[in-house]
Every structure is written in structure tokens, then in C-alpha cells.
């Protein structure tokens, strides 16, 4: 940053007085003198994530997170890890925190087996300010038959999965809340409270495939009768990816509600496809996605466009020629294996065996 023409001081023409948050330019000032000094010391930027940075030299890889001023560092050699800090340190007065263990609300615990990611100090600051931090926990965050008729946590979905389609449904009436309204989130924060220490495991897993589960809840909308889409993706046995959303149109079929939200999953397989390969461990295995509508399935491995298809066409085509040219596999799950099933309805507690699987 330089001093404005006309407010230049003769004797310290180089100093700035100014604001990391303060200034709107800043932000952008800071990352693009970040990322030219990472840029020359060897890292390239990510194209799926411009907050990413990826260092490659013979076997030698690290991984740089951005996020404004904190910066999370981690690669495969302690040795290049600690010169690159070093070097960074010259430029930049930074501090190093050591081994990760909180960042921007995530608390993340070491275990034999992996990682455990949680957010129970967030749920706990949610609860106080709520005024329910000795509320009496609920086993669900909303009821199975609860539909709406015209500040939430909903940063808790980073580490709970299994809140995405409640938070998804009360966040749709922000504009103009009811009682009901206040009466769900509530709930949801009564459930909250008794769920304070679940979060999400990731473990060494020996595969390494991508598993996308795809699922819609056909006019789940009483006012619009849009459908609502959700999805979740596994990278081995680690959830990475998941999906709760309405539909922006009315799906005339249960089949067509089903086909866009395939298409959806796709396109969310095709990205982390994009950012594995950025960092150097795309799976030699093609992606699969599964789900519990045969006439979707049939669908998309059918090669002739009918007059069901016609109205969806780039939906369509999109599925046709990832799966024609083997870039993605579709295959069938029974209901009861749906694990996306929770990101499009409220699930009753014995069959929420789901929650069980993320947490």
C-alpha cells in the first residue's frame, strides 16, 4: 500500500498507517502479496479453491490454507515444512501456533485412527445467548410431519451433517419468521444440547474411491410443491461433501425430482474429482453415486431421449455422457442404505441410524 497523492509525507514517504479489517482494499492487498510470495517460492494456487495452495517437488508435497490472516500449513516432510516457515517468517511477522487444534470455530481432536472434527464450543455459545443452555434436550431437531407455511447456528453444519435439511427448511422463512418458526429453531437448539459432543470422524481409510448417495424429496414444499434435493459424498470411508436444497423449479414426476438431484451430485463428484487431482491423490477409480430411484437410474442408462426427458434435457445430456464415457457409475441402494435420505426429510429416531454414521 502506498500513501494518496497529495498526503505524502517528505520524511517517511513509505510509511502506511492502516487496518487488515479496516480497509475494504486491504483484504485483497494482504492475500495477493500472500499468494505472489507463494507463487515464487514454488506453490501453485488451486483452481477449484483460490484459498488453496499446493506445493509439489519430487515426493515432497505441502498444503496451504488461506483463510484472511490465519493460515493452516501441513505436508509430508517436517524438515521442508519448517524452512518454508522459517522463510515465510521473514516477510511476514507470523506466529506459529503448533499442532492444529482449533480453527475459525472447529475443534479438532488427534486419535489412533484419524481425525475427530467437532464444534461443541460454538453449539455451547449458541445455547447461551439463546438463553437454553440448561434446556431439556429433544432427541430430534424437528418433527417427521412438520412443514412450513410462509440468528440461526447455521455454522453447525460444517461438523453436523445431520442439521443441513432443518436448517435448510427454517433458514427459508428468515424474511418473515412465525411463532412456528421460533418454535422449530427452538427445538433445534434443544437438540443441539443433548448432541454437543458429535462431530465428524475422519479416518485413515485404506480406500480411496469416491461414493456419492443421491436423493430427492418429491413436492416437499407445501406452498411451491418443489422438490428438495440432497446429497452426500464419501471420499473412502470420510464424508467430504454434502447437500441439502430446494429445487429453483417444479419437478412434474417423482423421476424428474430424482434426476436433478443426480445431476446435482455429479456436478458435486466432478468438482472434488477437480481438487483431488489438484493435490496429487485422484483415486485410479472411477466415481460411483447411488440411489434409491430406479426410474432415475434407468434414465440416465438410457441412450434414446424420450418424451420424459425432453423438458430436462441438460440435466440429461450432462448425466448421458459422464456415465457413456465411463468418467461415472450409477447404481442402485435400497432405501434403507439411502445415506442421503436425511438431507431431504426429517427422519424419525429408530430410523436415523444415519446420524450414527456421520457422528
Known amino acids: 500500500m502506498e500513501q ?5 509525507d517528505a520524511r517517511f514517504p513509505n510509511n502506511v498507517c492502516c487496518s487488515l479489517y479496516g480497509l475494504k482494499q486491504a483484504p485483497r492487498a ?34 496451504l490454507l488461506v483463510y484472511v490472516d490465519d493460515i493452516i ?29 482449533y480453527f475459525i470455530g472447529l475443534e479438532v481432536l488427534y486419535t ?53 435439511y432443518v436448517f435448510n427448511q427454517v433458514s427459508q422463512f428468515f424474511h418473515a419468521p412465525t411463532r ?79 434426476y436433478r438431484a443426480l445431476a446435482n451430485t455429479a456436478a458435486g463428484i466432478i468438482w472434488i474429482t477437480h481438487l483431488l487431482r489438484e493435490l496429487h491423490v485422484l483415486p485410479p477409480d472411477r466415481p460411483t453415486i447411488l440411489r434409491d430411484n430406479k426410474s432415475a437410474l434407468f434414465l440416465s442408462q438410457n441412450s434414446v431421449s424420450n418424451k420424459r426427458s425432453k423438458h430436462i434435457d441438460i440435466d440429461y445430456h450432462f448425466i448421458r455422457e459422464l456415465i457413456s464415457s465411463r468418467k461415472l457409475y450409477a447404481k442402485f441402494v435400497p432405501t434403507n442404505l439411502q445415506l442421503a435420505d436425511i438431507f431431504t426429510k426429517s427422519l424419525p429416531l429408530p430410523n436415523n441410524t444415519v446420524i450414527d454414521t456421520f457422528s
Open 30 to 63: 494482504w492475500f495477493y502479496r500472500l499468494s505472489t510470495l507463494l507463487t515464487r517460492l514454488g506453490f501453485v494456487c488451486s483452481r477449484s479453491d483460490l484459498s488453496l495452495f499446493v506445493f509439489k517437488r519430487g515426493s515432497c508435497i505441502m498444503y
Open 180 to 258: 412456528d418458526h421460533f418454535q422449530a429453531v427452538k427445538r433445534i437448539i434443544r437438540y443441539v444440547k443433548g448432541t454437543m459432543t458429535y462431530g465428524l470422524k475422519f479416518l485413515l481409510s485404506p480406500s480411496s474411491t469416491l461414493l456419492g448417495y443421491s436423493d430427492a424429496n418429491w413436492a416437499r414444499c407445501i406452498e411451491t410443491c418443489r422438490s428438495t434435493s440432497g446429497y452426500s459424498i464419501f471420499h473412502g470411508e470420510n464424508l467430504v461433501s454434502r447437500s441439502a436444497k430446494k429445487q429453483p423449479t417444479v419437478s412434474r414426476s417423482s423421476g424428474e425430482s430424482e
Open 73 to 101: 500449513l501441513t505436508g509430508n516432510v517436517s524438515s521442508t515444512i519448517h524452512q518454508f516457515i522459517s522463510r515465510i517468517h521473514r516477510e511476514f511477522p507470523i506466529k506459529d501456533l503448533g499442532k492444529l487444534s
Open 112 to 164: 489412533e485412527s484419524g481425525l475427530f472434527l467437532s464444534q461443541s464450543r460454538y453449539a455451547e455459545d449458541i445455547l447461551t445467548r439463546a438463553g437454553l443452555l440448561y434446556s431439556k434436550p429433544v432427541a430430534t431437531p424437528l418433527e417427521t410431519s412438520e412443514n412450513f407455511t410462509s440468528h440461526c447456528p447455521l455454522y453447525l453444519t460444517i461438523t453436523r451433517p445431520n442439521l443441513s
Open 4 to 8: 494518496p497523492p497529495g498526503f505524502i
